[in-house]
């Protein structure tokens, strides 16, 4: 009797599913690359988190250099920045815990934002005035009805200041804007200024457009 030996028309189509399964790793290392980019993506977004808010200088024209603070009276958000020249330049500002208003447990966002920017003049040129101006949509100008404005129901300028600048003035239709005159930044010099952002309406997300003023001649 002849003994059981392998067939001789040939070995096993295993190819086939040899195929697959290099196909599968290789679907599988692509998806490993691709989260890997996407994780580094999302590192290298120049978002701070601080408070019940994230801030972004995504939109570009200057860097953040760091956020602290809560974004309460006692213990404002504080941001520090540098703006690479004196054009206009939008901080992207974003809710990172629930909303809402008026709570002050200091775990949601409430609509009440004591800010402070230090704002390092690295345009080469001198500053005379600086503009913030807020909106809710980018782009757009803020109206009275949406409830963001700089603390527009207040009158006196107990939340507004700066070291740089002895006066101010704020508009509040078509837009919500707050201006610093009378006062200079020269070059390689940082500059402070503080506020109160109030929205009585919350929102996801909102901007703060950060405007220095050069000499006119």
Same mark, same amino acid.
């Given at each position: 009797?002849?003994?059981?030996?392998?067939?001789?028309?040939?070995?096993k189509r295993l190819f086939p599913r040899r195929h697959i399964l290099?196909?599968? %790793? *290789?679907?599988?290392?692509?998806?490993?690359n691709g989260e890997g980019r996407a994780q580094e993506?999302?590192?290298?977004? &120049?978002?701070?988190?601080?408070?019940?808010?994230?801030?972004?200088?995504?939109l570009g024209g200057f860097l953040i250099t760091s956020v602290s603070g809560t974004g309460t009276r006692e213990d404002p958000i504080v941001i520090h920045e540098e703006l690479e020249s004196s054009s206009p330049v939008t901080l992207t500002i974003r809710t990172i815990r629930p909303i809402r208003p008026f709570d002050n447990s200091g775990f949601y966002a409430n609509g009440i934002l004591f800010m402070r920017?230090? %704002? *390092?003049?690295?345009?080469?040129?001198a500053w005379v005035e600086f503009e913030f101006e807020l909106q809710e949509i980018e782009g &757009?100008?803020?109206?009275?009805?949406?409830?963001?404005s700089f603390d527009q129901r207040r009158t006196d300028n107990v939340n507004i200041s700066s070291d740089s600048f002895a006066k101010y003035s704020r508009d509040f239709e078509p837009y919500d804007r707050l201006r610093y005159t009378d006062g200079k930044v020269d070059p390689r010099e940082t500059v402070g200024f503080s506020f109160?952002?109030?929205?009585?309406?919350?929102?996801?997300?909102?901007?703060?457009?950060?405007?220095?003023?050069?000499?006119?001649?």
């Open positions: 009797m002849r003994p059981n030996v392998p067939s001789r028309t040939g070995p290099a196909g599968a %790793a *290789l679907l599988i290392a692509t998806c490993l993506t999302e590192a290298n977004q &120049k978002v701070w988190d601080a408070g019940a808010y994230s801030f972004s200088d995504e920017i230090q %704002a *390092l003049n690295n345009s080469g040129q &757009k100008a803020s109206v009275f009805g949406d409830g963001l109160l952002v109030t929205d009585y309406t919350p929102r996801w997300r909102f901007y703060l457009v950060q405007d220095p003023r050069i000499p006119s001649s």
